[in-house]
């Protein structure tokens, strides 16, 4: 059975940091992609981060460059986010998914399995 669980979301102020983890079981997650999404109160999820199976990553947010980056540790069948520099915009609830195909994609449609979801909310 294929489980998604994320973990390390929370309440921080601007310009602090957060790592956002993603525990993968019931499959082995080297042979996947994974994606991360949010979704902020009242408006649609999107596509934050992908990394393929071959490690290659791609930017789906404009807004995350140069603070946001993901990663994974293949022994672990974990997948990272980590974030710095937060802003308060960047609240939301982060979700990770694993890809149906072995591209990256920003599409909700294109994800075959989602977490629960961990809340990040940044705020002075």
């Known amino acids: 059975q294929v489980q998604l669980v994320e973990s390390g979301g929370g309440l921080v102020r601007p310009g602090e940091s957060l790592r956002l983890s993603c525990t993968a079981s019931g499959f082995l997650s080297r042979y996947y992609t994974f994606a991360w999404f949010r979704q902020a109160p009242g408006k649609e999820r999107e596509a934050v981060l992908c990394?393929?199976?071959?490690?290659?990553?791609?930017f789906y947010a404009d807004s995350v460059k140069g603070r946001f980056t993901i990663s994974r540790d293949n022994v672990k069948n974990e997948v990272y986010l980590q974030m710095s520099s937060l802003k308060p915009e960047d609240t939301a609830l982060y979700y990770c998914?694993?890809?149906?195909?072995?591209?990256?994609?920003?599409?909700?449609?294109?994800?075959?399995?989602w977490g629960q979801g961990t809340q990040v909310t940044v705020s002075s």
């Open positions: 990394i393929n199976n071959s490690d290659g990553i791609t």
């Open positions: 998914a694993v890809a149906t195909n072995y591209y990256c994609s920003n599409y909700v449609s294109d994800m075959r399995s």
